[in-house]
């Protein structure tokens, strides 16, 4: 058997016809290398150069092996590539709660793992909180984006991500509609609307913490499933309510303004985490979350706790 070193080697040499130049390019000592190109003849059973101590030339069966080396390598490359593309293209990757508005670096993770050479299909999907971690839990998904951490078990990891700055969103008529930035305790006395507890338990308790650091317990209104039916009700004049960033856009009925920090201590921002089983390899998820770190906010890298594993 015919090493693949030995082939390289062997090509180099064929390229050059010369042993010194050989010999740098493959950064060995010559001696050796000439050593190599004749145990490679011994184990051929013919001459595959004609040497002399002015010049080095391929012999006919050295310009026959010269074309057929070079197809073996080409071949060898070729199926390696192919090979580690097969195996990626047939694994998907499941990723539930990713969000793009405001979060142009996952988008730009997701594009990077799903073109080639990586070449992942992937399957996004949208969920609770709750939903989500069940589905971390049953593998079904591979990768999550939540808004608390706290109910992990000791076999996931995670990491935060981003920080989202928070705004009250009113009503175009409401008092405060005009403002750019507001106290959270302006809304003392609003009567809110949410989305339920279970959907997200972290982030309600977060809300409910800035505004207890406020100096008040939110009025609750209304409890809603998702933020559309939020924002309706909203516009209806039903109730005030806090969003994050991403949620925030031009929206007919409504205004969103800057909640100024209740305390140093309780910034108004939500944490982002990224979360994922810690079981060991599965390159498709690794090379997201790889792509995710290297993308990923500034002040969210200087922010990212420690994954808990």
């Known amino acids: 058997m015919i090493e693949t070193r030995l082939l390289r080697q062997f090509l180099v040499v064929a390229e050059e ?21 004749l145990r490679l003849e011994e184990k051929m059973g013919v001459a595959l150069f004609e040497r002399s101590s002015r010049h080095v030339v391929l012999t006919a069966a050295g310009s026959v092996f010269r074309e057929r080396a070079q197809a073996v390598l080409r071949l060898l490359h070729d199926a390696v590539a192919e090979a580690h593309a097969v195996a990626m293209a047939h694994q998907v990757l499941v990723v539930s709660g990713v969000q793009f508005r405001g979060y142009d670096f996952l988008l730009a ?5 799903c073109e080639a050479p990586l070449g992942v299909r992937m ?3 949208q969920g609770t909180t709750v939903e989500q971690l ?11 984006f939540v808004r608390g951490v706290d109910t992990l078990g000791p076999h996931f990891a995670s990491a935060c991500v981003a920080q989202e700055s928070l705004y009250a969103v009113v009503d175009a008529r409401h008092p405060l509609a005009q403002h750019t930035q507001l106290a959270l305790a302006a809304l003392s006395s609003a009567s809110f609307v949410f989305t339920a507890p279970r959907l997200g338990p972290a982030y309600h308790a977060h809300l409910l913490r800035l505004c207890r650091a406020a100096g008040f ?11 559309q039916t939020l924002l309706g009700l909203v516009e209806a004049g039903m109730g005030v309510s806090i969003v994050p960033a991403s949620v925030v856009a031009h929206t007919e009925g409504v205004r969103f303004v800057r909640v100024a920090d209740p305390s140093p201590e309780v910034p108004a921002r939500v944490p982002l985490y990224m979360v994922w089983p810690d079981d060991g390899p599965n390159p498709p998820r690794d090379a997201f979350i790889a792509a995710v770190r290297e993308r990923m906010p500034l002040q969210a890298q200087v922010a990212m706790p420690e994954p808990r594993c």
Do not use: C, I
């Open 17 to 37: 016809l010369h042993f010194g130049r050989a010999a740098v390019r493959l950064h060995m000592a010559q001696p050796p290398l000439s050593q190599a190109m």
């Open 123 to 125: 399957e996004l999907r």
């Open 109 to 113: 993770a997701l594009k990077h793992v």
């Open 217 to 227: 317990t939110p009025t609750l209104a209304h409890e809603v499933e998702n933020m």
């Open 134 to 144: 069940a589905w971390l839990e049953a593998r079904t998904a591979d990768v999550a």
